[in-house]
């Protein structure tokens, strides 16, 4: 990978705004499609670990939640700069892992950081409704909230865009997530864990999750 600040190549999963192993020990190995090298080792996690992902993750909801959309709005603008200003280095870790032409790999990053930066605008226009009635005397009013945890598992032909599409509007609208890649292309998804960090997105708020094996962490995810 020809990355010019390897600070973006990570070789743990990030929960809770630490940056840890698998509680098992377990690893797995990420291999360039193209060549067949293997480019990073990472935690293989399962069933624990994703509790403690998403324990941290119900943890930081209610300061999330609380607050403005406009402050929310001010993280995610961050989150899409950064992402702006390092462009060229997530695409070489997207082509690298993902084996995606490297032309087709800078699109995908200006693409995905537009989810970014949509959402957070977007965020700011959460309105609510007032629907009409059938009783003379009564008000049917409607406010959207956020929900709480959200789990959040993607494919590997697209691994930064189809994160951020569903990153964006969870954390717009107040929620936390954590994050499950997929086991041929987690690179990109640590990549936004390390920017998130310089965002200053709150610890807990966003949880990511290695494995080579979807089901270990998505049971888990699906019947929490």
């Excluded at 950064?82 to 997530?90: K, N, P």
């Amino acid at each position: 990978m020809n990355v010019t600040d390897t600070t973006l190549i990570k070789k743990s999963a990030y929960v809770n705004g630490a940056w840890v192993n698998a509680h098992e020990g377990a690893t797995f190995d990420i291999t360039n499609p193209a060549t067949g090298d293997v480019i990073a080792t990472l935690p293989d996690m399962g069933a624990d670990d994703t509790k403690d992902a998403i324990a941290a993750a119900n943890k930081a909801w209610p300061a999330w939640r609380a607050l403005t959309a406009k402050e929310r709005a001010g993280y995610l603008r961050n989150l899409f700069d950064l992402m702006m200003t390092h462009q060229e280095d997530l695409a070489q870790i997207l082509t690298a892992e993902g084996g995606k032409p490297l032309a087709e790999a800078r699109a995908e990053i200006a693409y995905g950081a537009s989810f970014i930066e949509w959402f957070g605008e977007e965020a700011k226009r959460t309105y609510g409704d007032v629907i009409p009635q059938t009783i003379g005397d009564r008000r049917i009013v409607v406010t959207k909230e956020p929900i709480g945890v959200c789990g959040l598992i993607t494919p590997w032909n697209f691994p930064n865009a189809m994160i951020t599409r569903k990153l964006g509007p969870a954390l717009a609208a107040g929620c936390t997530v954590v994050i499950k890649p997929a086991a041929e292309t987690p690179l990109s998804a640590l990549a936004m864990g390390e920017l998130a960090e310089r965002a200053s997105i709150p610890a807990g708020v966003i949880n990511i999750l290695t494995s080579s094996s979807g089901a270990k962490i998505g049971d888990e995810l699906c019947a929490n």
